[in-house]
């Protein structure tokens, strides 16, 4: 009666198999990160301190600290948020909520896909070409958000679509059956139901935008100024480009002081990572059904 | 019995279809079709005012595209195509510029109850809301009127701010059936109503439908050919995307019909 027969017996060993394997690839996985974030802890970390966080860097980058990148970094990431979230949503919310499902969506829909997979350098002369020359904006932290602002759209656009269809159709049915339009039907029913996974994607976005190097390179980050920027048409420095500088430009630079940038600035990525999926708990704690 | 007295007919004390006046639904040569793939053919039919009226027949016939269509629903389906003419209180329904003000006088309950990610307050206040009321005091007068019309206002009145989705599958019907109240709605459209509720709760809301009939009219497509026997005035029996016939309800279950099919239907021989 209750024995396995030989075909259970061998169900029973593929999956064991198959979670032994599927075990093993995500231990290779976890690996390289902590080895990186290792590395960087234990060679960056003596190079931490207040003055450095607080100060600018001195004798051609080799001492002082990171203050003016930092300032910066915080510039670029707030001007291309401010640039690309509305923009973003709203291409999401007429993409997923008003468009018909006809040849131009779906072509619309493959390019966003196709923008996600356009390599960043290529960006960065697209910004060059288009909003350091042509639009005369000169290379400036402007020129460097929009670029940014572009390079990181379709981010926000899949992540922003993906929220709303998340939400169930019935609701959106429900409410059109009692004469709602689609607008009051997204302000009313969509949006509050898609708000934390729309949050979750802008701040995956911020974390990428604070780490790329290359679409700002030609556009706005500069090696070197003394002062904080005081406007969007000013360049500046930045984490990213200040590592780049210092680790192959610059000459006689300490090790630790290398370092200590990359520390500082994986932290930054990875205090964003962390906001991001605390908020998504807390917002996900807030959903209605 | 129905009784024709004067204006309108009088069914046990309660007025009953007015089918001496002009109908509040005519429906001509309608059809529908999902991406060129019929659904519905050549439907024509009158609904009048206070009138319960049936629809049977079992899945697949064409009865959920049939109400889709009344509420215009069509406009959110680009797949759905729909040929023919429907006219409520005699105005063809695509002649409403703002269609929208069209179906907030449709009301329409699911099969499935879709409550609202909302309050069990803001579920039923979401139309009046809608159509400009913004006063507390009125709102909780329609809230609560609408509720108690549904049958719902005793066991939810002490927890009008939890969820609607936390209400029992029952509730939850009922809960819908007050949203659509809400909505003041000339016509009431009941797409399978009971198919997730209890016996006892679906007897609740079959009295709250018979009251109804003196406010508005109501079509009914039901999958419980009983159902349709104890509260529709007339019938229309639907088949595979055909209307195969129409009549008083009392004839067809008498077995006064025109086709067989109906009668093999309502007596479960097939379906």
């Known amino acids: ?289 | 019995m129905v009784e024709v007295a004067g204006e309108t007919a009088v069914v046990n004390g309660v007025p009953g279809p007015a089918y001496d006046e002009p109908p509040i639904i005519e429906v001509r040569d309608l059809s529908i079709a999902y991406r060129g793939k019929p659904a519905l053919s050549d439907v024509t039919l009158d609904i009048h005012r206070h009138e319960i009226f049936g629809i049977i027949g079992p899945a697949n016939s064409g009865k959920t595209s049939f109400l889709r269509a009344l509420n215009r629903m069509d406009a959110f389906n680009t797949a759905m195509e729909v040929s023919g003419s429907i006219r409520i209180n005699g105005k063809n329904i695509n002649d409403w510029r703002n269609e929208y003000a069209l179906r907030s006088r449709i009301g329409v309950v699911f099969p499935l109850p879709v409550g609202l990610p909302l309050t069990v307050y803001e579920n039923v206040a979401f139309s009046p809301r809608l159509r400009g009321i913004r006063k507390r005091a009125e709102l909780d007068e329609v809230v609560e009127r609408c509720l108690t019309r549904a049958a719902l206002w005793d066991e939810v009145k002490d927890r009008l701010d939890s969820l609607g989705s936390l209400l029992s599958g029952g509730q939850q019907q009922r809960l819908t059936i007050a949203r659509a109240l809400s909505q003041e709605p000339e016509l009431l459209l009941l797409d399978e109503f009971s198919i997730a509720v209890d016996p006892v709760t679906t007897m609740r809301i079959e009295d709250v439908l018979k009251e109804l009939r003196s406010e508005l009219t109501i079509v009914l497509v039901t999958n419980l050919v009983q159902q349709a026997r104890r509260l529709a005035d007339r019938t229309a029996f639907f088949l595979m995307g055909e209307l195969v016939e129409i009549g008083a309800t009392e004839d067809l279950f008498e077995g006064d019909v025109k086709d067989k099919r109906t009668t093999g239907y309502i007596e479960g021989r097939f379906g």
């Open chain 1, 1 to 289: 009666m209750f024995t396995a027969t030989p075909l259970n017996r061998r169900s029973y060993r593929n999956q064991s198999l198959a979670k032994a394997v599927f075990f093993l690839m995500t231990v290779v996985l976890v690996i390289p990160v902590l080895l990186i974030v290792g590395t960087l802890v234990v060679k960056g970390a003596p190079a931490i301190s207040w003055e450095f966080l607080f100060t600018a860097p001195t004798d051609n980058m080799t001492a002082g600290g990171i203050f003016p990148a930092l300032v910066g970094t915080i510039w670029l990431v707030v001007v291309a948020l401010l640039a690309s979230v509305p923009v973003g949503v709203a291409a999401a919310l007429y993409l997923s909520e008003y468009a018909p499902d006809n040849l131009l969506t779906r072509t619309i829909n493959l390019a966003i896909i196709n923008l996600a997979g356009v390599p960043s350098i290529v960006h960065a002369l697209f910004g060059f070409g288009a909003f350091v020359l042509f639009f005369r904006m000169g290379q400036s932290i402007l020129a460097a958000s929009l670029t940014l602002a572009v390079m990181t759209l379709p981010v926000v656009i899949v992540a922003t679509r993906e929220s709303l269809q998340a939400v169930p159709q019935a609701f959106r049915e429900a409410c059109w059956n009692m004469g709602a339009t689609r607008w009051q039907t997204i302000r009313k029913v969509v949006l509050p139901n898609s708000i934390s996974g729309i949050l979750t994607g802008v701040i995956l976005e911020v974390s990428r935008t604070a780490g790329e190097t290359a679409p700002i390179m030609f556009t706005g980050a500069t090696a070197f100024v003394a002062f904080l920027p005081e406007g969007v048409l000013d360049q500046t420095m930045a984490m990213s480009y200040h590592l780049y500088y210092i680790a192959t430009q610059a000459t006689n630079v300490p090790e630790e002081l290398t370092f200590g940038v990359a520390l500082v600035l994986i932290a930054i990525v990875l205090m964003m990572n962390a906001v991001s999926i605390g908020f998504r708990v807390y917002l996900r704690g807030l959903k209605k059904w």
